[in-house]
């Protein structure tokens, strides 16, 4: 069975009386981790965008090693639960506080990539991601965000 397009499954949703709609977000809860994870996010951390920002860079911290060198399995490990928490919130500043903080992390804790090219690679990757979302801020949050960043770059040499 193929599985209907976004507009389709709206148009169906929208059809749908209070208790159906209830149920059908229920069942989708039960049935995957990542959609109640979504559910959490949207119904009960949504409106604090900030409060989510440092919960999540809080999950950070405690993820990151306190040694001075990480592992890239680790490592990919903090960057995929990372870009899925950015992804349920969908807003530019909450993704370029926790990339920021996550690499800032790296620096303050003077872990180093040894010769790790594809560590270093990954850190280059979520500086990347930095510039990317910084394109679509306002000037001054752009120049706000660069401020923060500095003495991220250097940190690959």
Not at 100 to 118: A, L, N, T
Not at 120 to 139: F, G, R, S, V
Request: glycine residues 2%.
């Amino acid at each position: 069975m193929k599985a209907a397009s976004i507009h389709a499954l709206k148009k169906e949703l929208a059809n749908l009386d209070r208790d159906e709609l209830l149920d059908a977000c229920v069942r989708l809860a039960k049935y995957k981790v990542d959609n109640k994870e979504l559910l959490t996010y949207l119904l009960m951390h949504a409106d604090d965008e900030q409060g989510y920002a440092d919960a999540v860079c809080d999950e950070i911290d405690q993820q990151l090693p306190s040694a001075h060198h990480i592992h890239k399995k680790t490592m990919r490990k903090i960057v995929r639960w990372m870009d899925k928490y950015i992804r349920y919130s969908g807003n530019k500043e909450t993704e370029l506080r926790i990339r920021i903080h996550f690499c800032r992390q790296f620096v303050e804790r003077k872990i180093r990539f040894r010769s790790c090219k594809v560590s270093a690679n990954m850190y280059a990757t979520q500086l990347k991601k930095i510039e990317k979302a910084m394109e679509k801020l306002h000037p001054d949050l752009q120049f706000d965000y660069r401020y923060q960043m500095q003495g991220l770059d250097t940190h690959l040499s």
